[in-house]
């Protein structure tokens, strides 16, 4: 019996370990990374993994052997031990220190995502409406300024500049939806009653799946859209593109 | 108390089978009520698990059998409608009329006055009342599924405006009606339950049982019965708000200007209103209720672990200072479940560092069961090894905590499988199987007879395996990208070569339930042909053991003054190897 248990906890040990060391050759594991804020993301997880791994490994093994050990058959009697302040003091002290560790690892990446001074002014900007179950998303025209006659808009996909800042303002127009681009890390519900700024830097031009990551209704599970990155030519050639064929087809009825 | 009054409390228990098991004031009996009506519930919520690992494994697809009964209307196969209500009604199911009523009503009534020498909680019919009022909200619950427009469906975290607003989802009629009755009448059970609990610790304790010797199981009782006092009314609140919402146009949740479905909210002129305040008063107390689910559970655990390991648990007062702790913290973390909500970059350090504090504590309690066994003489009983289950368990869910706790990687992490794998490695590779554990170690108590140890291990080692196949491939799902609550993975090109991996869970999903029904055969059988037990079978040093098995009307049947701790093992507490925390006198 003891044998058995002793085995399952090495065995659940072991095959978390391994189950965890296969899955990225799988691609069961982070999409490939495709914004700046990845990277430092990417980092955190993987240092709070492999600082977690130490300590499941510790754990683990303590545990298993103490029942090992303490499940011999043997008529004698366990020495009456009420704690030990020094282990107590010790593994206390140990313990905050890495946590205190991990909490000050993640400040600036936390800040990078939040704080208004890294807002980016003045490079390129879109609006994006979420709806029941749909994404709609407005891009500036000519003029450069969004929320006025001539922005460009589209639906399902995002065409965003790589290689640059990009702010997004986000808005819905029934419930709560969020903004998901798995490659790029980034994750923003849209609240409706209010118009959240979210800004990332994607590093490459490709298209990336836009996941609606915020329970919204039935269709929840199919409110998918795409980010599609170009260089900044590209993106400029499209935006013209886009300006001469909303002229010429006179579609001037759009708010 | 006298033998006397034993004696007369005992002669008005012979009141017939009514009296005794259905209207009955007994908290042993009330107990057991609790505890018949939550497994219920965990049963049928499982169930609904299993129907959505269907959906997940094979999307669109025909149920076979079942689905000729349950679903004639939709050709056989879930809905995308009825999908979103299976995880709602699944979620609260567990959440509110399982877990939580297994711990702080079933366990918390019947072992709070047998563990403080106590005749009964101090008030009876009280304790009598939430029982009833819960049962009352477990029929509001549960009536969702025969309204127009089906079961509440937004989730068991009920966000508004998707909750509040008709238009928003089938569900979001008459069936979030109910639920949000349902969840405000339990609320209101529980406080009752949670203030009886209470009372019943600070003033019925036996003379000599001072804070510092009561056992570990009543200082997660209780402390999770101040969390409730605390919390809940908030929540309780919340749905009073929510329903105000829904009935009488208040808008305390929907914001000005929203086109849902077609239809303008009819706000009846109401204006301003802001739906993130929900998720503040939601939160606030669901997610104490976490602490509320898992420290009663590792009270238990720690009893468990010491009576098995013929050795005092170590560290008491610290185990009793993280339990403290946790509590505390537990009320100011709540915010890190709205790290994407837009929250602003001070709140969201503040909510980070408090919530990887509170992993401070719970690690502590880790070390202490390990140093509690460490050197012990460990009898591999059931309930042991459903406690040892709980602490490598517990491990994992803590340990994938962090990952949550630190905002960035949050930020990419909500809302996916990761969160779901989290969360019920804490509940169910936690809670659960310390329920499991109790039940094996306090059912002689209840019943008089001992529930199959052999079978007990099978299904212990059984529920492992099968747990750890279901919950561990979905960190790898979350950390793919996979969200949760979605009626289909496939929809996304990112998600479609997770497929082998979500077929995997559900067939093991399929295992775990199956494995559960020897769980129900044990008790079955042992109630019937289980070994009759004396006062107490595992040697134990707390103060239950002291009553007969069961124990009559009143508990004890002679008077007890504690002497000394309530983990008195090992070799320097006298001629045995335990002592009893009591002398009789």
Known sequence: MRHLAAAAIVLLSAAVIVFFALSPGQGWWLPPAASTIAQPIDALFDGILITATVGFVVVMALLAWAVWRGARPRADRARTVHGHLGLELGWTAAIGAVLVTVALAQLPTWAALRDPAAMPAGGATATVLAQQFAWRFGHAGDDGVLGTADDIETASELVLPAGEPVLLTLRSRDVIHSFFVPALRVKQDVVPGRAIPLWFTIKEPGTYELVCAELCGLGHHAMAGRVRALSRDEYDAWLALQSRARLSTGSEDRR | ?????????????????????????????V???????????????????????????WPWTEMPILGKLLFPATGRVISPAFYTSLFTMHGTAMVFFAILPL???????????????????????????????????MGLFLAGFFVEGGAASAGWTSYPPLATLPSAAPGSGAGQTLWLLAIVVSGVASI??????????????????????????????????????AALPVLTAGGVLQLADRWIGSAFYTPMGLMVNQFAPDTAGATGGV?????????????????????????????????????????YRPMVWAIAAIAGLGLIVWGHHMFTSGMGLEIGRAFMISTMMIALPSAVKTFNWVATIWGGRI?????????????????????????????????????????????HYIVFGGTVMAVFGALHHWFPKMTGRALSETLGRVHCFGTFVALNCVFLPMHQLGIAGMIRRTADPNVYALYQHLEPLNRFVTWSAFALGAWQLLFLVN???????????????????????????????????????????????????????????????
């Not at chain 2, 008005?12 to 009996?29: E, I, M, N, Y």
């Open chain 2, 379 to 423: 009898r591999l009983t059931a309930a042991m090894c459903f406690a040892l289950g709980f602490v490598a368990l517990f491990v994992i869910g803590g340990l994938s905590g962090i990952w949550l706790a630190a905002t960035p990687v949050d930020v990419y992490l909500h809302d996916t499988m990761l969160v779901v794998a989290h969360f």
């Open chain 2, 523 to 585: 008790v079955v059988w042992s109630l019937r042909s289980g070994i009759r037990v004396g006062r107490n079978p595992w040697q134990a040093s707390t103060l239950e053991w002291e009553a007969p098995s069961p124990p009559g009307h009143g508990n004890f049947d002679r008077d007890l003054v504690v002497e000394c701790g309530p983990y008195e093992y090992g070799d320097a507490v006298g001629t045995n190897d335990w002592r009893p925390q009591a002398k009789r006198t």
């Open chain 2, 275 to 315: 739906p993130l305040l929900w998720q503040h008063l939601f939160w606030f107390y669901s997610h104490p209720a976490v602490y509320v689910m898992v420290l009663p559970a590792m009270g238990m655990v720690s009893d468990i672990l010491s009576v098995n390991a013929r050795k005092p648990v170590f560290g």
């Open chain 2, 192 to 229: 009752l339950n949670a203030l009886n609990a209470v009372v019943t610790v600070v003033k019925m304790r036996v003379p000599g049982l001072t804070w510092m010797r009561l056992p570990l199981t009543v200082w997660g009782l209780f402390v999770a019965a101040v969390l409730q006092l």
């Open chain 2, 31 to 57: 107990g057991i009520q609790y505890l018949v009506a939550s497994a219920s519930m965990l049963l049928f919520g499982g169930l609904l698990a299993m129907a959505m690992r269907w959906q997940l494994a």
């Open chain 2, 1 to 29: 108390m006298s033998p006397t009054t034993h004696s007369a409390a005992g002669a008005a228990h012979q009141r017939g089978w009514l009296r005794t098991w259905v209207f009955s004031t007994d908290h042993k009996v």
């Open chain 2, 103 to 137: 711990l702080t009503g079933a366990f918390g009534n019947f072992l709070i006055p047998l563990l403080v020498g106590a005749p009964d909680m101090a008030f009876p019919r009280l304790n009598a009342a939430s029982f009833w009022i819960l049962l009352l909200a």
